[in-house]
């Protein structure tokens, strides 16, 4: 069910058959090798979204691309909102399908360049008390991993290689150029930032990656893309099962902001191991 085609009358309904859970696909505008949209990312946290759908009745939010990508502003089409904006737009985001009847809000992240802002957006939730529960999912699970384990043709990819050329071209092959993905050279990464091996600054992505291409676009194909896809969305309607099912982490979330507001030193611990 998507949010956007839903009647006022008919919300009511997906907001119960899907049992108060919401799925928010995120992805971002950004350079994928010359062969790939800009939207990949937000093309195939959408595609993943409406096949798990199929399988587990939830309402997918509209189209969102507003997340973490300074990383690529020095190509063109990029869209970089500032750091504190993509925070507050997020967790307005998430209030307003709160408001609207939902009790758990499922992030799905289509863009690696948001592990981090999402992990911290997730522990921001303990900022203030919330009648609803945020959960982000994993990029994918062992099933995930064995397709691509079983099917890889390139020695390495990471952005705008054979899986996310792959996934695109059984998700949205219009919009695929394989003249251009065989035509431009595989992107193993430059060596610019090897010598810092131990420390962490985010320029190392533009050090080894400067055209924000990562792989080998000309190895993807339709039919690895397909059993990605189907791999990806039966993940995701596990997960949003397990979700459903989920009477803790509400009841703890309750627990917790009870404690916050009247802080008393307690030793109650549970834990019986």
Not at 26 to 35: A, P
């Amino acid at each position: 069910m998507f949010w956007e085609e839903l009647t006022a009358k008919t919300f009511a309904a997906a907001v119960e058959q899907s049992q108060k859970v919401c799925l928010l696909p995120i992805g971002v505008m950004e350079r994928h090798g010359d062969h790939l949209p800009l939207g990949t990312d937000l093309y195939l946290a959408r595609a993943v979204a409406a096949r798990a759908a199929e399988l587990e009745p939830v309402v997918v939010f509209p189209p969102y691309y507003f997340s973490q990508i300074f990383e690529a502003m020095h190509h063109p089409g990029t869209v970089a909102l500032p750091s504190t904006l993509l925070m507050q737009v997020l967790q307005a985001i998430c209030d307003e399908i709160a408001r609207n009847g939902f009790t758990k809000i499922v992030l799905l992240n289509g863009h690696g360049g948001n592990d981090f802002f999402l992990r911290y957006f997730c522990q921001t939730q303990l900022e203030r008390r919330k009648d609803y529960a945020v959960y982000l999912l994993d990029r994918g699970g062992a099933e995930v991993g064995a397709v691509m384990k079983q099917h890889a043709e390139s020695k390495f990819d990471w952005h705008g290689g054979e899986w996310e050329t792959s996934t695109m071209l059984a998700a949205r092959p219009d919009l695929v150029n394989m003249e251009e993905a065989r035509r431009q050279p595989p992107a193993w990464g430059e060596p610019r930032f090897d010598h810092m091996q131990g420390a962490y600054t985010f320029i190392y992505w533009y050090a080894r990656f400067p055209d924000h291409y990562a792989g080998d676009g000309a190895c993807g194909s339709e039919e690895k893309g397909r059993l990605m896809l189907e791999a990806q969305a039966r993940f995701a309607a596990e997960m949003i099962r397990k979700i459903k099912a989920d009477a803790t982490t509400l009841a703890l979330q309750d627990e917790f902001f009870g404690r916050v507001e009247k802080p008393v030193y307690r030793t109650d611990r549970t834990d019986k191991r």
